[in-house]
């Protein structure tokens, strides 16, 4: 992976986990809501904002382990830029969707019109795209990645 995207995966995974501290604020607000039985201070429920916070933490950290992962191995071009398109698309099109779910009251579980819950869909479904297109690169990168021996 050249440094430039290894340099911006890193940075994207950053803001990703940025991300979600602040969704962890809208998943605590509900929690505590639950527990004193009071109405929470921002819109949505429990669920999807814990969903949103989970959501944007392990897709920073996919991010970052795949970008670590990946460091020491001589991908092609080709497979370096898929890989790294991908997991950029994945990362923020899940962050996105699933912040975006408590807020409109959307879950994006299926295309339902022109509506905040069909957009969260669409984003969804782009990032599991992008996920699959981005696996299948990192393994045909780590099955043609010529072999080095370990510096001793």
């Not at 819950?117 to 795209?129: H, T």
Request: hydrophobic share 55%; charged share 10%.
């Amino acid at each position: 992976m050249s440094p430039q995207h290894y340099r911006l995966l890193i940075l994207n995974a950053a803001f990703i986990l940025l991300l979600a501290l602040l969704t962890g604020f809208g998943y605590g607000q509900h929690v505590v809501a639950n527990i004193s039985g009071t109405a929470p201070a921002i819109p949505g429920d429990l669920r999807g904002w814990r969903m949103a916070h989970l959501e944007c933490l392990l897709n920073s950290i996919l991010i970052l382990a795949v970008a670590a992962a990946t460091r020491p191995l001589a991908f092609g071009r080709g497979v370096s830029a898929i890989l790294f398109w991908g997991l950029l698309i994945c990362g923020w099109t899940n962050a996105i969707a699933s912040t975006l779910s408590p807020i409109t009251g959307g879950r994006g579980a299926s295309f339902t019109g022109l509506d905040w819950n069909s957009l969260n869909y669409l984003l969804f479904i782009a990032g599991v795209i992008a996920i699959f297109i981005s696996v299948i690169a990192l393994i045909a990168g780590c099955l043609r990645a010529p072999n080095k021996e370990p510096n001793q």
